[in-house]
Nanobody
Framework: QVQLVESGGGLVQPGGSLRLSCAAS????????MSWYRQAPGKERELVAR????????FYADSVLGRFTISRDNSKNTLYLQMRVLKPEDTGVYVC???????WGQGTQVTVSS
């Protein structure tokens, strides 16, 4: 049974940082590209970042480039998203995915507000 379990979200002030984690199980994590998406109220779902199976290649949305870092630990079957200099427009539900398999987690809420 495939499971993607996100954690690490919360309420943070503008300029703050958070580190999201996604624990994966039920498939061979190290073989697949992984992505983080976010869904903000009233907005379309947005691709935030993507990382290749080996971790050597990454992609970021322009809106987070230079502030967010995606990484993975294949020995722990875990995906990460380090978020820095958070802005109110970063608020949303962050979901990890296995795009090629159409697996999605339940998401973790990130709220950036003073």
């Amino acid at each position: 049974q495939v499971q993607l379990v996100e954690s690490g979200g919360g309420l943070v002030q503008p300029g703050g940082s958070l580190r999201l984690s996604c624990a994966a199980s039920g498939f061979t994590f190290s073989m697949y590209h992984m992505s983080w998406y976010r869904q903000a109220p009233g907005k379309e779902r947005e691709l935030v970042a993507r990382i290749a199976s080996g971790g050597g290649t990454t992609f970021y949305a322009d809106s987070v480039l230079g502030r967010f870092t995606i990484s993975r630990d294949n020995s722990k079957n875990t995906l990460y998203l380090q978020m820095r200099v958070l802005k109110p427009e970063d608020t949303g539900v962050y979901v990890c995915t296995v795009p090629s398999l159409a697996y999605w987690g339940q998401g973790t809420q990130v709220t950036v507000s003073s």
